[in-house]
């Protein structure tokens, strides 16, 4: 069907619609007050039979808003657990660096990239290496003491024996007299004294630092606190138990002292 | 439609148009009167030549309508009557359907719409107003629809509808 001949059959309508779009197109064209009236009351009908589609754009742009605000809250939550990781990060580094500047040593920076805190090797991997001047069999510490020597050097990287490791042995001195004595990891965060006489004086809370008699390690670096001593009638030496000051297991910047 | 009936047809109307113009206006109670012939016209038309023709018929009479009444609310006659001719096409087509009775119902309802919709523009859909007009509408349709009663009576013998 064509459409002259669809025109031809509803003629009067398309008529009728016509002439009364061009009536009122007419009447509206004025300018008079009763003109405006009327179109104040054509606009509050338009916008009761809008109204629905009004609301239902709107649920929609609050829908689309409400989830655009969900991801704005899902990357906000992100960037202040990154904010708050950076401030913690620099509240270490600045307590480092006012420590490198109290501090006679002479204390080169790193960063710890990877640790190994299970097993029999107790390691940590620094991203400094022979380009950075380090070598190995260097002290490692943080700023709270002793955390372990530099073992294999690689160019831009150092495996560094921790302090913890089974292996690890370090000269120290403790007690009212800063008697001799060596220092031996158990388990943990923990350690004993060997060859501190009975005769010397230890008490609970003592401070037990590098001897300085090494060739690797200077003396007076803390390498651990006392918390119990024992007299063993058995044995000549005391048997003295020592909690390491360094954040051994929570290490992210350390210094290689050199 | 010959020559002659278009001839007259067209000296009718013109002979309304200038008696719709020149008509005095009488009063009751305050409220101006004036009978509509031209819509009386516009129902002929639409009854004896169909709805097409009727519609623009009506429209343009509404328009001059306007022009020689008022000219600020330009548009009312014209919607007015063109809606009233669209109705009177309904008449028409179900002329043969419909009794007298109805087609007289509804031929008066028609003029009462008419005017409702021309006092609504006119009194700028103020609907207070409005209704205070509506003993006017009713005078208005009443007067119009004896008007078209005796035309039908007179000329067509009431066989038009």
């Known amino acids: 069907m064509n459409f002259f001949r669809l025109f031809f059959l509803y003629r009067v309508h398309v008529i009728y619609i016509f002439t009364t779009l061009l009536s009122i197109l007419l009447y509206f064209s004025n300018d008079s007050d009763n003109v405006k009236s009327v179109q104040a009351d054509f606009s509050d009908i338009i916008s009761v039979i809008l109204g629905p589609k009004k609301w239902y754009k709107d649920i929609l742009n609050i829908k689309e808003k409400n989830e655009y605000l969900m991801e704005s809250v899902g990357q906000l939550r992100l960037l202040n657990t990154e904010l708050i990781h950076l401030k913690h990060e620099n509240n270490e580094l600045r307590e480092m660096l006012s420590f490198k500047n109290k501090t006679p040593l002479s204390l080169k920076g790193g960063t710890v990239v990877n640790s190994q805190l299970s097993g029999f090797l107790h390691t940590l991997t620094l991203n400094s290496g022979l380009n950075d001047g380090i070598v190995p069999n260097l002290p490692v510490m943080d700023i709270n003491g002793l955390l372990g020597k530099t073992n294999t050097v690689g160019d831009r990287a150092t495996s560094v024996q921790l302090i913890t490791d089974k292996n690890f042995r370090v000269s120290i001195r403790v007690g009212e007299k800063w008697n001799l004595g060596l220092f031996i990891p158990s388990h943990g965060k923990f350690g004993y004294i060997e060859g501190v006489p009975k005769s010397q004086k230890v008490i609970q809370g003592d401070t037990v630092v590098t001897s300085g008699i090494s060739n690797i390690y200077p003396g007076d670096i803390p390498v651990a606190s006392v918390i119990s001593v024992e007299v063993d009638s058995e044995r000549p030496f005391l048997k003295i138990i020592v909690e390491i000051s360094a954040e051994v297991h929570n290490s992210n910047f350390v210094f290689i002292v050199q | ?161």
């Open chain 2, 1 to 161: 439609m010959s020559k002659k009936e278009l001839k007259l047809a067209g000296l009718i109307w013109i002979i309304i148009l200038f008696i719709q113009t020149f008509m005095p206006a009488f009063r009751i109670n305050q409220m101006v009167i004036q009978p509509d012939l031209i819509l009386v016209l516009v129902a002929f038309v639409a009854l004896r030549y169909g709805g097409d023709f009727a519609i623009i018929f009506a429209f343009f009479n509404g328009l001059i309508q306007d022009f020689s009444t008022q000219e600020s609310l330009l548009g009312i006659l014209a919607l007015s009557k063109s809606t009233t001719a669209y109705a009177f096409h309904f008449v028409q087509h179900y002329k043969t359907i419909w009794t007298r009775k109805i087609k007289l119902s509804s031929i008066f309802i028609i003029f009462i719409f008419h005017n409702i919709i021309y006092f609504y523009f006119y009194l700028s859909g103020n609907f207070s107003l409005f209704l205070s007009g509506l003993f006017v509408i009713m005078i208005q349709s009443i007067i119009s629809f004896l008007i078209f009663l005796i035309i039908e009576r007179i000329l067509f013998k009431s066989k038009l509808i």
